[in-house]
């Protein structure tokens, strides 16, 4: 799927200024996110329009490092479009406003922090990317994975079995207090400081606010239960965290969920909840691709490339390999025109939105299987776009019964993390929202 350039309708020509925030930003699919995206917004968007990218590290010195990198992607962007057009990059240049913030998101405390820097400033957000994340892997299981890539390269590395997880993992204590409860790593950094994050910023959102979260091609059923929503005791916490994001956001439109939708993301117009609108949250992944999330030594990096590559040309839809290729659905997710997207969503059911790949890698965007919600929440239904290859091996079909269990997990999980929510914003203190909103 191209991005189109956003027309009438998309409501987007009138702004003057698209503010993006993005997780993760100094390495890996965060970084590229940002690149993709710069180069994106200038040759799609109206000349009349500027991109403010907020990007946050976790320190002051990744934060330089990481405008530094952003500049130096830019100029080279600019150079490339000189020598198509002498003297562009005078216009383009101007067009772009790189600004790091910091957050961790293990430390909830530093999340409220940057939720409360925002809404001082008042600025309004167009979109925010929840790139950042960990694995809580120690190592990889070596026999097996051997066997594995050497036996089955191309499912194996999709939907890799050898990592070992730490299990149990939890975060520092976020207070003071001697009775707080664990919290698991993993969920609160994948999911938890976004969902709070996501929550505390909404008065900077309003309904043609687009939240993007990053999935994974491998967040199996099996790996998560309601029953431990936090992975505490889980053996696959990582996968188990991206499930619940799909849980969480294919089911954030549905009639049954609404009752916990309406408190986490408040109405923006004021209106009766029947026509209540709000932001939208989307699901995204970026196929396999490259990065150190999975801490390897350079050699067995490089390796592990190869590994990639060699998938590819065998015919896998989901090695992307780079991370810049892998960005291709999150930047669509961010700024493919309405028809693209929020309106094809309802049309056509909301959807997964992995990057895919062909042979010569040449990245798409496509609807990628839920195992229990299908390519769009319709049973039996796969709509123009969707990849039906490299599929996992154990999946079970998406029947009528299945999809009806997906939904009710999908409430359920909505049930027990707007009770974290509610729990962990009474130890952690109400939010301070000086601001006025700019729009
Ligand atoms: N690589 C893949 O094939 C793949 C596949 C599916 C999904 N994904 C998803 O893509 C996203 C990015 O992963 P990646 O592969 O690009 O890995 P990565 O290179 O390790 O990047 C992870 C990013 O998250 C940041 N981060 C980690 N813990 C954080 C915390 N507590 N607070 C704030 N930031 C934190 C890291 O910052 P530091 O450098 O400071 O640690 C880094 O910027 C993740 O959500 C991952 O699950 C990746």
Not at 261 to 276: C, D, K
Request: charged fraction near 20%.
């Amino acid at each position: 799927m191209d991005v189109q350039p956003q027309g009438a309708g998309g409501g987007a020509e009138e702004k003057v200024t698209f503010t993006v925030l993005v997780t993760g930003a100094n390495s890996g699919l965060g970084f590229a996110i940002c690149c993709r995206l710069i180069d994106e917004f200038l040759f799609t968007r109206p000349q009349s329009q500027t991109l403010h990218l907020l990007f946050s590290t976790r320190d002051a010195r990744k934060s330089e490092d990481t405008l530094r990198r952003l500049g130096k992607h830019l100029q080279k962007t600019l150079r490339e479009a000189n020598g198509r057009t002498m003297g562009i990059s005078l216009l383009l240049e101007a067009r772009v406003k790189l600004e790091g913030v910091l957050v961790d998101l293990l430390e909830l405390r530093s999340v409220k922090a940057l939720a409360e820097q925002l809404l001082r400033r008042g600025q309004r957000l167009d979109a925010v990317v929840w790139n950042a994340g960990i694995a809580g892997w120690k190592g990889l299981d070596w026999p097996k994975a051997i066997w594995h890539i050497l036996t089955d390269l191309i499912h194996a590395s999709t939907y890799p079995t050898y990592p070992i997880p730490i299990e149990g993992l939890v975060t520092k204590a976020q207070t003071e207090a001697r009775d707080e409860p664990k919290l698991g790593q993993v969920f609160t950094a994948n999911v938890f400081g976004h969902y709070l994050l996501t929550h505390w910023l909404s008065p900077l959102m309003d309904s043609e606010t687009r939240v993007v979260w990053i999935s994974s091609i491998s967040a199996l059923p099996e790996t998560f239960s309601a029953d431990d929503v936090q992975g505490l005791s889980a053996h696959m916490a990582y996968e188990g965290s991206k499930r619940l994001t799909d849980l969480l956001v294919l089911t954030s439109e549905l009639p049954s969920t609404q009752p916990y939708v309406q408190n986490f993301l408040p109405a923006t117009n004021h209106q009766p909840q029947a026509q209540a609108s709000r932001p939208k949250m989307y699901v995204t992944h970026p196929g396999v691709v490259g990065t150190s999330i999975a801490g390897l030594p350079w050699l067995l990096e490089l390796l592990m490339f190869a590994a990639f590559y060699i998938a590819r040309w065998l015919g896998s839809p989901w090695h992307l390999v780079s991370a810049y290729k892998g960005a291709v659905s999150a930047v669509f997710a961010v700024i493919a025109h309405p028809s693209q997207l929020p309106e094809l969503e309802q049309r056509e059911g909301k959807g997964k939105w992995g990057s895919a790949t062909g042979v010569y890698g040449d990245e798409r965007v496509a609807r990628t299987e839920v195992e229990g919600w299908g390519f769009c929440g319709r049973v039996g239904v796969v709509p123009t776009g969707s990849v039906t290859a490299g599929r996992y091996r154990g999946r079970k079909e998406t029947t009528r019964e299945v999809r009806e269990g997906f939904e009710v997990e999908g409430r359920r999980v909505w049930g027990e993390l707007e009770g974290l929510r509610g729990e962990w914003e009474g130890r952690l203190g109400a939010i301070k929202q000086e601001a006025s909103v700019d729009v």
